[in-house]
């Protein structure tokens, strides 16, 4: 089945404590990206990545580190953990659009979440 | 920057009618616009894309369009049903900016 995965689903953590969601995907997308969702700021942009060893930031990039070492795999790395960063993270991936050469529609396919908590 | 609008926030109608929901957008040099559907805690669903040379896209009771120039796109539901209840939300280019999204209540 062509899904997004990711883990942990669900993660209680305590400020500092460095932590990895991990994402990825089965349908050999080249692009992938992480969303934040917060209530009344919608769906922010924090990291993505065009293809392999390609990243770049998105609109909230502080805080979080990515890193794109093979094709269907983007982790999202929280090193030093602050109560600001509790939200719920989306993964996201496309196989490209006609405009990157990938030949794909843009169509974007989203996991089913992460709802992390830093106390 | 691209800046994405839905508007209502909210709607709540009764079960049978049909419904349209809006989505404007403020660059006209996109290359899509998806709609998705959202469940409470949930992930997002893609519903419908449109390519920017497009002007609509149908499927079931859903049809969406696009008018670039306006910067404008619509959701119509047909003949809505309890299920269809969730928030709605447009996102526009690859890198997807996303609108705030619609509430979508239909009562029974």
């Known amino acids: 089945e062509a899904q997004v995965t990711q883990n942990p689903r669900y993660l209680i953590t305590v400020t500092g404590k460095k932590l990895t969601v991990t994402c990825s995907q089965n349908m050999n997308h080249e692009y992938m990206s992480w969303y934040r969702q917060d209530p009344g700021l919608g769906l922010r942009q924090i990291y993505y990545s065009m293809n392999v060893e390609v990243t770049d930031k998105g609109d909230v990039p502080e805080g979080y580190k990515v890193s794109r070492k093979e094709k269907r795999n983007f982790p999202l790395i929280l090193e030093s953990p602050s109560p600001n960063q509790t939200s719920l993270y989306f993964c996201?991936?496309?196989?490209?659009?006609?405009?990157?050469?990938?030949?794909?529609?843009?169509?974007?396919?989203f996991g089913e979440g992460s709802r992390l908590t830093v106390l | 920057k691209q800046e994405v609008t839905q508007i209502p926030a909210a709607l709540s109608v009764p079960e049978g009618e049909n419904l349209v929901l809006n989505c404007s957008f403020t660059?006209?040099?996109?290359?899509?616009l998806q709609w998705f559907r959202q469940d409470p805690g949930k992930g997002l669903t893609s519903l419908l894309l449109i390519q920017s040379s497009q002007r609509e896209q149908t499927s079931g009771r859903l049809n969406a369009s696009l008018d670039k120039s306006s910067g404008r796109s619509t959701l119509y539901i047909a003949a809505s049903q309890p299920g269809d209840s969730a928030t709605y939300l447009c996102?526009?280019?690859?890198?997807?900016?996303f609108g705030s999204g619609t509430q979508l209540t239909v009562l029974p």
């Open positions: 660059d006209s040099a996109i290359y899509n």
């Open positions: 996102a526009v280019n690859l890198r997807m900016t």
């Open positions: 996201a991936s496309s196989l490209g659009t006609l405009a990157s050469g990938s030949g794909g529609t843009g169509e974007l396919f």
